[in-house]
């Protein structure tokens, strides 16, 4: 979700308008509008201090990314292929692909 989604999906859940919010956070309406529309993207300062201004709180987190350089060893792997070999690895993985998107959902 982004910034502009965040805002403007609470705004609308706590039935308040662009005006209302803005005097809230002493701010103008034009500046809530730009925020909305992903015009600007705030700062986690200001993002906190419109949550708040609607009774809300900005919690922030982050979750693991790829570990190591993984993709690059395999990129670098899949360089060392010739053409041919690439074409036969993609047929594979379509077939595999195509093969669990057909099992459909189990019971």
Same mark, same amino acid.
């Given at each position: ?5 965040? $805002? ?9 308008? #662009? ?9 103008? #309406? ?9 015009? $600007?993207?705030?700062?986690? #300062? ?20 790829? +570990?190591?350089?993984?993709?690059? +060893? #395999? ?10 070999? +690439? ?21």
């Amino acid at each position: 979700m982004t910034a502009a989604e965040l $805002v403007c999906n609470t705004r609308r859940r706590h039935g308040i308008d #662009q005006r209302s919010l803005a005097r809230r956070c002493r701010t103008s #309406q034009t500046h809530i509008s730009r925020i909305e529309r992903g015009d $600007v993207s705030p700062s986690i #300062q200001t993002l906190d201090r419109i949550m708040q201004a609607m009774g809300e709180r900005l919690e922030v987190g982050s979750v693991p990314g790829p +570990r190591g350089n993984q993709p690059i +060893r #395999q990129l670098r792997a899949d360089m060392r292929l010739t053409p041919g070999e +690439r074409i036969v690895q993609a047929a594979e993985l379509s077939h595999a692909l195509t093969t669990i998107a057909g099992a459909g959902p189990r019971a």
